[in-house]
């Protein structure tokens, strides 16, 4: 039997659809579908140069685009476009309903064939069918937020290409079941080129989420669970990535997130904590990251005390025992050794 070729596959759809068709806002849904096909045509079609000899198959149908290559790094390259072009138009979001995020699994598979059906004058057949379908569905599930996960075999291939803004989750935190381990395409980190890009999308999606957070005096944990919390989450995935930033960008993506912290800000100081502390945790652990990395950024002595103030704050606020359960996830091994280090724990 001849070997079958292998491709990569991107299963993405839109979240917060099904909530629209329950609430029959057709005008909503056509906007999304409409959005979603221009954004694969201006976001996608360019990375896909047929001089290259990368082959590309894309197919969208309701809140859904396939996009197929037999190139790991040219799909996570489109990838990354599409997800960063379709959220732009969240910028004027003043309702939930406006939110325009994707999420999206990444896995590789086996092209398989079928004559069954095959498209004439009026019938259209996609022609997208491989064994990667179910697990890429699978995926794109795993969190809420405009998240992009991997499975573990695309995952290998990415880190063999040199693809390494992918983190390995060995105990993801967040709403869903335990998954263990998940793998995550970081997708924002592809923002730093062209410079500014990357800051000024973080400041756009604070920018919308405080706008929203701040239009109702009160919010329930489980309400803001299946509605604002898509957005935090991608907030924080877009604070895990700027421990990517390069080199000529790091001192400006560092005083970027500080002005996220209570402490730092008098606006966020005030809000609810139970809905922002895993904002600051996040923060906090990039911070860190970064100081790691480059010994010119301020020093570890005041970096210290910006993490005891939060602390202090989390801990008037009756958040600190929160935050010390979220530190004994695996994951967080180092940041929890980094407060030890620092006399902080």
């Given at each position: 039997m001849?070997?079958r070729?292998?491709?990569?596959l991107l299963?993405?759809?839109?979240?917060?659809?099904?909530?629209l068709?329950?609430?029959n806002?057709?005008d909503?849904?056509?906007?999304?579908?409409?959005a979603?096909?221009?954004?694969?045509?201006?976001?996608?079609?360019?990375?896909?140069?047929?001089?290259?000899?990368?082959?590309i198959?894309?197919?969208?149908?309701?809140?859904?685009?396939?996009v197929?290559?037999?190139?790991?790094?040219?799909?996570?390259?489109?990838?990354?476009?599409?997800?960063?072009?379709?959220?732009?138009?969240?910028?004027?979001?003043?309702?939930?309903?406006e939110?325009?995020?994707?999420?999206?699994?990444?896995?590789?598979?086996?092209?398989?064939?079928s004559?069954?059906?095959?498209?004439g004058?009026?019938?259209?057949?996609?022609q997208?069918?491989?064994?990667?379908?179910?697990?890429?569905h699978?995926?794109?599930?795993?969190?809420?937020?405009?998240?992009?996960f991997l499975?573990?075999?695309?995952y290998?291939?990415a880190?063999?290409?040199?693809i390494?803004?992918c983190?390995?989750?060995?105990a993801?935190?967040?709403?869903?079941?335990p998954?263990?381990?998940?793998?995550?395409?970081l997708?924002?980190?592809?923002?730093f080129?062209?410079?500014?890009?990357f800051?000024?999308y973080?400041?756009?999606?604070?920018s919308?989420?405080?706008?929203?957070?701040?239009?109702?005096?009160?919010?329930?944990?489980?309400?803001?669970?299946?509605t604002?919390y898509?957005?935090?989450?991608?907030?924080?995935?877009?604070?895990?990535?700027?421990?990517?930033?390069?080199?000529g960008?790091?001192r400006?993506?560092?005083?970027?997130?500080?002005?996220?912290?209570?402490?730092?800000?008098?606006?966020l100081?005030?809000?609810?904590?139970?809905?922002?502390?895993?904002?600051?945790f996040?923060?906090?652990w990039t911070?860190?990251?970064?100081?790691?990395?480059?010994?010119?950024?301020?020093?570890?002595a005041?970096?210290?005390?910006?993490?005891?103030?939060?602390?202090?704050?989390a801990?008037?606020?009756?958040?600190?025992?929160?935050?010390?359960?979220?530190l004994?996830?695996?994951?967080y091994?180092?940041?929890?050794e980094?407060?030890?280090d620092?006399?902080?724990?």
């Amino acid at each position: 039997m001849a070997q079958r070729q292998s491709e990569y596959l991107l299963f993405a759809d839109v979240l917060g659809t099904g909530a629209l068709y329950k609430a029959n806002k057709s005008d909503l849904l056509e906007r999304r579908k409409t959005a979603l096909g221009h954004c694969i045509r201006t976001a996608v079609y360019p990375f896909f140069d047929p001089a290259s000899g990368c082959k590309i198959r894309i197919n969208q149908f309701s809140d859904t685009a396939l996009v197929v290559s037999t190139s790991i790094r040219a799909l996570m390259e489109a990838t990354a476009q599409l997800f960063y072009v379709f959220s732009l138009r969240t910028r004027d979001a003043t309702a939930i309903d406006e939110l325009f995020l994707l999420r999206g699994g990444i896995a590789r598979g086996e092209i398989l064939t079928s004559s069954s059906l095959s498209s004439g004058e009026h019938v259209e057949v996609a022609q997208i069918f491989d064994t990667s379908l179910s697990l890429a569905h699978e995926l794109q599930g795993i969190r809420r937020g405009s998240r992009v996960f991997l499975g573990p075999e695309t995952y290998d291939m990415a880190i063999a290409d040199s693809i390494h803004v992918c983190h390995k989750w060995q105990a993801i935190p967040g709403i869903g079941p335990p998954v263990s381990p998940a793998f995550e395409f970081l997708w924002p980190v592809r923002l730093f080129e062209p410079t500014e890009r990357f800051g000024k999308y973080l400041e756009m999606l604070c920018s919308v989420w405080y706008r929203l957070f701040t239009t109702q005096a009160e919010w329930k944990i489980p309400e803001y669970d299946s509605t604002l919390y898509h957005l935090d989450e991608t907030i924080k995935l877009c604070i895990r990535s700027a421990a990517f930033a390069p080199r000529g960008q790091a001192r400006q993506t560092w005083d970027r997130l500080i002005t996220y912290l209570p402490t730092e800000n008098p606006a966020l100081s005030s809000l609810d904590i139970r809905f922002t502390w895993g904002t600051w945790f996040q923060i906090l652990w990039t911070l860190l990251l970064l100081k790691q990395q480059f010994t010119f950024l301020p020093s570890k002595a005041s970096l210290r005390d910006l993490i005891g103030r939060n602390m202090r704050l989390a801990e008037a606020r009756g958040k600190m025992a929160t935050i010390l359960t979220e530190l004994e996830n695996p994951d967080y091994s180092w940041f929890r050794e980094q407060l030890v280090d620092l006399k902080l724990l």
